[in-house]
Each structure stands twice: as structure tokens, then as C-alpha cells.
């Protein structure tokens, strides 16, 4: 990753992010709910009507102060695994793979903290960058996402091309999923998050467009797509 972005990077630590993951993003009024498909335990999806560019969200709590190159970011974190693969594609273009942009993900882990900040300085983990391929796709090892007060369950991803930041977003979770998550394993003890998506101030307006497709069990893990169209 290019140095520009490290730059910006100090900015926001200087702009104390440390209690940003306690505050940002509050929940909003709820829509329309979205459409779940429960065929099974695949749940979710990630279309976006005539290829139309994913929505651009707020970085906070905000992307990793370094760059880590590498797609299993769980550094040893207890949670479901999550096998994550994003693909970019240009809307311009009729949504065609993008290929040789870096995408950055990060997230809480499943007590609710993220790594870099507040108590967690020391820490890197749930955090980290690959390069997409001939087919716009990158895909991550990781865990379940957590939750924290406030907010719907989520994981933050960044796009960028030349060491310009293309797009910011996050990615939501199927309720169903999350219900059966947070039920079992290091997750129980926390128990459901009380904010859903469409009730959250993130993805009210659009989760349609911002809902990862979700597939598997607790047991075995989970795999999940999500599309970012820039």
C-alpha cells in the first residue's frame, strides 16, 4: 500500500479514535425489511440493481494504522471461522471484474473491541489487506463478526487503486445468521445484538445493497460473497 494512506491514517489516531467504536454509527428508523432467503443455510445477498455503485459508508472505527498484507487476519482470535470473498467490479462497465486494486477489511471480534484502539492499541488482529486478482476477487480468513452497542452486525472494507481511496462501505449480516451465531460458542455469553439492519443508521437506507451472502453452520463455519461496485 502506498504511503499516502499511512498519512492519513496518523490523521485520524491524532483525531482520537480510540472511543470511536463506541459512538459512531447509532441506530436509525427502519424501512423497508429486507428480503432473506431461507432455502437452507444460505441467506443473504449482495445484488445491486443495473450494476449501481455500492454505497459509500463511514471508515469508523476506523482502518488498520499499518498496512498488513495478508488474507488470515484472526491472529489467534476464538470465533466461527468466516471465509470472506469480495469481488470489485466497475459499474461503469457493466460491473466487470477489477482487477489489481488493494482491498482493506477490519472488524471487532466477538466481544465487541477492535484492534489499534481504544484498549486494544497494542493488538492488529481482524485486520488486513490482498490485492484483487484477473477475476476482482480477494478472499479473507476470519472470524464471525461481533457487535457492539448501537450498531448492526458488520465488517468495514475499503477500496484502493494507486494509493487513492476509491471506496469506503461496510457489509451486513443476515439476521437469521447472526441469531444462530450469537447463540453458540465464545459468542453466548454476549448473547443477540439488539440492533438490526434496518434499524441500524448504517444500513436503514441501504441494505439492500450492502447484505453479504452467507452460507453454512457454527459447527463447520461459515462462508460469505459480498460485491463492491465502484
Given at each position: 500500500m502506498p504511503q499516502n494512506k499511512v498519512g492519513r491514517r496518523e490523521a485520524i489516531l491524532m483525531f482520537g479514535a480510540a472511543?470511536?467504536?463506541l459512538t459512531l454509527?447509532?441506530?436509525g428508523e427502519s424501512p423497508t425489511s429486507p428480503t432473506t432467503t431461507s432455502g437452507g443455510s444460505t441467506t443473504g445477498g449482495t445484488t445491486n440493481a443495473a450494476c449501481a455503485v455500492t454505497p459509500s459508508e463511514t471508515a469508523g472505527p476506523f482502518p488498520s494504522l499499518t498496512d498488513l498484507i495478508r488474507s488470515d487476519i484472526r491472529e489467534g482470535k476464538s470465533g466461527t471461522t468466516l471465509s470472506l470473498t469480495i469481488t470489485v467490479v466497475s459499474s461503469a462497465n457493466n460491473c466487470s471484474p477489477v482487477e489489481n486494486v488493494n482491498v482493506e477489511i477490519w472488524q471487532c471480534d466477538a466481544t465487541g473491541n477492535y484492534s489499534q484502539y481504544g484498549s486494544q492499541t497494542a493488538q492488529s488482529y481482524l485486520r488486513g489487506i490482498q490485492t484483487?486478482?484477473?477475476?476482482?476477487e480477494v478472499t479473507f480468513t476470519t472470524i464471525y463478526p461481533g457487535w457492539y452497542q448501537g450498531r448492526a452486525t458488520h465488517i468495514h472494507a475499503e477500496v484502493t487503486r494507486s494509493g487513492a481511496v476509491v471506496k469506503t462501505t461496510q457489509m451486513a449480516?443476515?439476521?437469521s445468521t447472526n441469531a444462530t451465531v450469537y447463540r453458540t460458542g465464545v459468542y453466548a455469553s454476549?448473547?443477540?445484538n439488539p440492533t438490526s439492519n434496518t434499524r441500524d443508521g448504517i444500513f436503514a437506507d441501504s441494505i439492500d445493497s450492502e447484505?453479504?451472502?452467507v452460507s453454512g453452520d457454527p459447527a463447520s463455519g461459515y462462508t460469505a460473497t459480498f460485491r463492491i461496485a465502484i
Open positions: 472511543g470511536a467504536a454509527g447509532c441506530g484483487t486478482n484477473s477475476n476482482g449480516f443476515p439476521e454476549k448473547g443477540t447484505l453479504a451472502a
